[in-house]
């Protein structure tokens, strides 16, 4: 099967169609931008060849914080790092913001951590102004929108107190170009993106002698596709081991998220992510409803890998009688009608479940994150018009970040910040195959066994749903003794389960501890 791109914000990842219920087809030239402002390809074709661009120099500012009841004072830096190839040229510069904290000597004992959102396409601004930054974006505590005009407040729950933190726009997101808008091209793909970011990661950690630091990565997303590519890159090309990797709304093995003629298993996989969404709209029967959302996802995962995977197997030797339980047993995780189920011959697909489920309402779920709702303006509609979740917050961060990073950081750029870029054709690096990184991750944890990985899922994330990267990790085919490097958390959101405010603070919990073990404290 041929791969098609997708899009996502965070992070986040991919694009609003479903990806469980839709044929994969070609790669597009095009993704559709985030923003509505000209593409850069355009605006370099416009400026004259003796108005040639001049990158803002790197800015660094002072500030302070309190976290968990200490005063840290601490240095930001924005800036560009410059990728050459191997005759020294400049072929495209990566934007960073870095965080350092200030007063210290001995950087051996002090963790840095590298972030990158996905897409691809994404800049590095969700996890930046959601969950590690010292600044977050204020939304209601359960993650809700706000009306504009937006604005940021202290992150209380920042990782600065246990990390450096870099947050790095691979090329074409945020402010990294390409010299050459032309060249772009040679940056977008797996291996592609992997590379130009490693050696982004080589050179901060060169010109800053971080070396003898504790390294960690966070990726979100389709950033924690890029992250477990980097541990072979990082490992393989610039023998950089590192201590830990934390992955937040994973996709490792696309094939248990693109569904398409003989691929039942995202059917599979997504079933409980449908169950979490209808416990949570209360959708579910009484006796389902009354349970924790942990005891009803444990019956829902038990259904899903036994006698729902058993009846997708059989296809259409499927008894009738044997059909008509397993429907009626569906619609009872799932909180949609059994006949509906039935037409869709037991695969309701995440476009069609998104629209189905509060029918009666005329709402639709999220697909980012399946709590929030939104208005059709179709009764009838057969597939989901928007992502709800994404209207919710990809507004205030864009507004956030471009006012931030003039004001308090003070770098002056007047080019548009890429939020969510149109990368056009992605490289997959996979014909007739689904894209799978796990192994790359998984050779890297057997030669470097101290490497310890960290996973965050959030119940009611559609995107990447949380069964999925299960599924994954217990499917990594490495040795009983490496398995134990990892930790797998659960959270109640979707995708960017930090805009909860209760799961923001156990994550904050969960990542300063695997932290501390990881870098041996």
Same mark, same amino acid.
């Given at each position: 099967m041929k791969l098609r791109t997708f899009l996502s914000c965070c992070a986040l990842v991919f694009s609003t169609h479903a990806l469980a219920d839709v044929k994969p087809e070609a790669p597009r030239e095009e993704n559709k931008a985030a923003n509505t402002s000209k593409s850069e390809n355009d605006q370099s074709k416009e400026k004259p060849e003796s108005e040639e661009r001049k990158t803002p120099k790197d800015v660094s500012t002072k500030h302070a914080i309190t976290l968990a009841g200490q005063r840290l004072e601490y240095t930001a830096v924005a800036g560009m790092l410059p990728i050459r190839d191997a005759e020294g040229k400049t072929k495209a510069e990566i934007? *960073? +913001?870095?965080y350092t904290k200030d007063g210290l000597n001995d950087l051996s004992q002090r963790p840095v951590t590298f972030s990158f959102n996905g897409g691809p396409g994404s800049s590095s601004v969700w996890m930046h102004l959601g969950l590690l930054g010292p600044r977050r974006v204020k939304?209601?505590?359960?993650?809700?929108?706000?009306?504009p005009p937006y604005q940021l407040v202290d992150n209380e729950y920042s990782l600065l107190d246990e990390t450096d933190l870099v947050f790095v726009d691979p090329v074409g997101t945020g402010y990294s170009r390409a010299t050459k808008a032309d060249e772009a091209k040679n940056f977008y793909g797996v291996a592609e993106d992997a590379r130009s970011v490693a050696e982004f990661i080589r050179l901060y950690v060169t010109q800053n002698t971080r070396w003898s630091s504790p390294k960690f990565l966070i990726g979100e997303s389709y950033g924690t596709t890029r992250a477990a590519a980097l541990s072979g890159e990082l490992a393989q090309k610039h023998r950089m081991n590192l201590n830990g990797i934390m992955l937040v709304s994973t996709v490792l093995n696309f094939q248990t998220i693109w569904g398409g003629e003989g691929?039942?298993?995202?059917?599979?996989? *997504?079933?409980?992510? %449908?169950?979490?969404?209808?416990w949570h709209h209360r959708k579910l029967a009484p006796d389902l409803q009354k349970l924790t959302i942990q005891e009803v996802l444990k019956q829902a995962e038990a259904f899903a890998m036994g006698e729902y995977l058993q009846g997708l197997m059989l296809g259409a030797a499927l008894p009738e009688p044997q059909r008509k339980a397993l429907v009626d047993k569906m619609a009872r995780f799932t909180g949609v009608s059994a006949e509906w189920l039935d037409r869709a011959n037991l695969r309701p697909g995440l476009e069609r479940f998104s629209v189905e489920l509060l !029918?009666?309402? !005329?709402?639709?779920?999220?697909?980012?994150d399946s709590r929030y709702t939104g208005h059709v303006r179709n009764g009838l509609a057969s597939s989901a018009e928007g992502d709800p979740s994404a209207d919710a917050f990809f507004s205030p961060f864009a507004s956030?970040?471009?006012? *931030?990073?003039?004001?308090?950081?003070? %770098?002056?750029e007047d080019r548009p *910040?890429? +939020?969510?870029?149109?990368?056009?054709?992605w490289n997959w690096g996979a014909e007739n195959d689904f894209v799978n990184v796990a192994d790359t991750l998984a050779v890297a944890m057997t030669r470097n066994p101290f490497l310890k990985v960290h996973v965050s899922c959030g119940y009611t994330d559609m995107a990447t749903p949380y069964f999925a990267s299960h599924y994954t990790f217990n499917h990594l085919n490495v040795a009983p003794e490496i398995a134990k490097n990892i930790t797998i958390d659960d959270y109640y959101a979707g995708h960017m389960m930090y805009l909860n405010l209760p799961d923001l603070a156990k994550q904050r919990a969960d990542l300063v501890k695997f932290i501390r073990t990881a870098s041996g404290r």
């Open positions: 934007f *960073y +913001i870095a939304l209601q505590d359960d993650g809700s929108a706000v009306p691929n039942d298993l995202p059917h599979v996989l *997504y079933l409980p992510s %449908y169950t979490a969404t209808a !029918r009666e309402q !005329r709402l639709q779920v999220g697909r980012f956030t970040f471009n006012q *931030y990073v003039r004001s308090e950081l003070k %770098y002056v *910040y890429e +939020i969510l870029a149109s990368v056009g054709k």
